[in-house]
T-cell receptor, first 115, second 112 residues
Framework: SQQGEEDPQALSIQEGENATMNCSYKTSINNLQWYRQNSGRGLVHLILIRSNEREKHSGRLRVTLDTSKKSSSLLITASRAADTASYFCATESNAGGTSYGKLTFGQGTILTVHP | DADVTQTPRNRITKTGKRIMLECSQTKGHDRMYWYRQDPGLGLQLIYYSFDVKDINKGEISDGYSVSRQAQAKFSLSLESAIPNQTALYFC???????????FGPGTRLLVL
């Protein structure tokens, strides 16, 4: 079963607009990460936010984490055509108090940015 | 040069054949992982290894086996391939528990 569920499944916007993707998860976590995948290629790590953090920035990326709601959002500001990709959240669960460092990935959001 | 490499990049095989997918890394990481991705889906963990002597099953290990030949090498084998193992396979590494993972380019496998 998938720990992370992304919403929406697909998002289509114009260049320059902001893109927001959401991720919900089920168990308590140590951290949550976001990855990008260009079509058929390997995933690229974007940002990691720890469970005691509420917001993190990296360039045009802004990630928020609400552990009480078990949810996270990824905001890409001023999107570009090159941002077109699938975006995945991944969680490191500490359910049961034990973490083995494994990540559980959601099914992803397909983002299309039109020039 | 890529830090995580996978060979082959594409493979077509027949039902019942044994095949091996190889992964090498130059990042010096102890932790290595094998995932499969089916179209339109996220990644499912097949096996993971925290060092040369430590290998663990993931969510979907049935039908797969692995070998950690060295810190830098982690191979995935399909003992007797079946069509529903057709997928995109990724190897990944990480430096510390729960840390960012670094992915190879993937192997696209088709089982006929």
């Amino acid at each position: 079963s998938q720990q992370g569920e992304e919403d929406p499944q697909a998002l289509s916007i114009q260049e320059g607009e902001n893109a927001t993707m959401n991720c919900s998860y089920k168990t308590s976590i140590n951290n949550l990460q976001w990855y990008r995948q260009n079509s058929g290629r390997g995933l690229v790590h974007l940002i990691l936010i720890r469970s005691n953090e509420r917001e993190k920035h990296s360039g045009r990326l802004r990630v928020t984490l609400d552990t009480s709601k078990k949810s996270s959002s990824l905001l890409i500001t001023a999107s570009r055509a090159a941002d077109t990709a699938s975006y995945f959240c991944a969680t490191e669960s500490n359910a049961g108090g034990t973490s083995y460092g494994k990540l559980t990935f959601g099914q992803g959001t397909i983002l299309t940015v039109h020039p | 040069d890529a830090d995580v490499t996978q060979t082959p990049r594409n493979r077509i095989t027949k039902t019942g054949k044994r095949i091996m997918l190889e992964c090498s890394q130059t990042k010096g990481h102890d932790r290595m992982y094998w995932y499969r991705q089916d179209p339109g889906l996220g990644l499912q963990l097949i096996y993971y290894s925290f060092d040369v002597k430590d290998i663990n099953k993931g969510e979907i290990s049935d039908g797969y086996s692995v070998s950690r030949q060295a810190q830098a090498k982690f191979s995935l084998s399909l003992e007797s391939a079946i069509p529903n193992q057709t997928a995109l396979y990724f190897c990944a590494t990480s430096d510390y528990q729960g840390g960012p993972q670094y992915f190879g380019p993937g192997t696209r496998l088709l089982v006929l």
